[in-house]
């Protein structure tokens, strides 16, 4: 799994006695730069920021070596790769219905697979294991009152996502190209649905974040430090130097998210990138 992702990713499988081997991240998608040899029993992707990874090519490698893969694409629900969507090309894909995610209903998520066997196994685990003859399994059931909010939030699901997109493409614009900052990138074929915008600058990211920051300009540097460092998951520490590298010096992202920008606002914030650069870089 990516050293660069949410805790939660890495815990999950844990629970069922896994042990994690981490990858380094590619900074063009941030998603895994491949999976390891001999190779394991299975492979986490996280398609993060709201961009796929490259998954078809994932996948193909996963059923060459006989490993599942399974997505985390809480981050980009209706993002798609060629004819497919995030969270559908994998044999599991995990999705994100907590409060900040695109589509929404309090808490939970919801698991997909196309293969029967798999979606027996998910059901008992959810359940306690009960009635399915595991050996054990939690309680993760959803609530029917998120279930309820959650499918018509589904329903929206287009709506709401389009206007994500439409939010991000207004501020790209409005930034338009400085010298020193890479935008996200969107390999062709693919639809990025702007969880967040992220940005990697070479040089002075503090002090470029800074002075968004006192435009009033809401900004994160890095993400989540990788996850070996945290103290849970230590002993399996491995390099992954790019992952490092993103979030201790190149890696800054506005938070879409948490944000419903308007077109005058978007242009402020365009403004406020150009003089930064101006006086930064």
Known sequence: ????????????????????????????DFAISGIPFPPPKATFVTNLFGLPAKLRQLREICDDYGTYLIEDNSQSPFAWEG?????????????SLNVHKPIQCGEGGVIVTDDDD????????????????????LNLRMPEVCAAIALVQLRRGEEIIQGRIDQATAILAAIGDIP???????????????YTIPFLIEDRRAEFCSALRAAGVPIVEGYVPP?????????????????????????????????DVTLAQAEQIGAAFRKAAEHVL
């Open 1 to 28: 799994m990516p050293a660069m992702t949410m805790s939660a990713t890495v815990a999950a499988p844990m629970f069922t006695g896994a042990e994690p081997h981490f990858v380094d991240v590619i900074d063009e």
């Open 83 to 95: 004819e497919k969507f995030a969270g559908t090309v994998g044999h599991i894909g995990v999705f």
């Open 118 to 137: 798999l979606a027996t196994k998910l059901r008992g685990f959810i359940n306690h294991g009960e009635a399915f003859g595991q050996r054990f399994g």
């Open 180 to 194: 020193g900052i890479r935008p996200p990138i969107v390999r062709k074929g693919c639809r990025h649905v702007y």
């Open 227 to 259: 996850l070996y460092r945290m103290p849970a998951f230590a002993r399996f520490a491995r390099p992954c130097p790019v992952a490092e590298d993103l979030h201790d010096r190149r890696l800054f992202y506005f938070e879409n998210c948490a944000h």
